[in-house]
């Protein structure tokens, strides 16, 4: 079973930045799939950012591309979202999410959330 805690959330005005982390503890970190999700009021969830188990390849969806930038410390079992040029529209519950596969849309294991809120 693995747990994954999510940290770095706050309260930004836009065009801030954050950094949110996730620590995984009681798996293989380097052997699974990471990415981030978010859930804004009203909204389904929807998936941010994803990357391997190497780092060496990620990919983030259009609403977020040249903004954030997931990595991973495999040394550190952690995973980051470095979130820049933040709008209003980024405000939501991101969750951490880990995976043997794709994690875009049904993820093994769930952290619990962290709220990052950006005022305009």
């Known amino acids: ?13 836009a065009g801030g930045s ?4 996730c620590t995984a503890s009681g798996g293989i970190f380097s052997s699974y799939v990471m990415g981030w999700h ?19 390849s990620t990919y983030n969806v259009d609403s977020v591309k040249g903004r954030f930038t997931i990595s991973r410390d495999n040394a550190k079992n952690t995973v980051y979202l ?13 969750y951490c999410a ?10 093994d294991y769930w952290g619990q959330g962290t709220q990052v809120t950006v005022s305009s």
Do not use: C, H
């Open 82 to 94: 470095q979130m820049n040029s933040l709008k209003p529209e980024d405000t939501a519950v991101y």
């Open 1 to 13: 079973q693995v747990q994954l805690v999510e940290s770095g959330g706050g309260l930004v005005q």
């Open 38 to 56: 978010r859930q804004a009021p009203g909204k389904e969830r929807e998936f941010v950012a994803g990357i391997n188990w190497s780092g060496g």
């Open 98 to 107: 880990a995976g043997r596969g794709a994690v875009s849309r049904a993820p």
């Open 18 to 21: 954050l950094r949110l982390s």
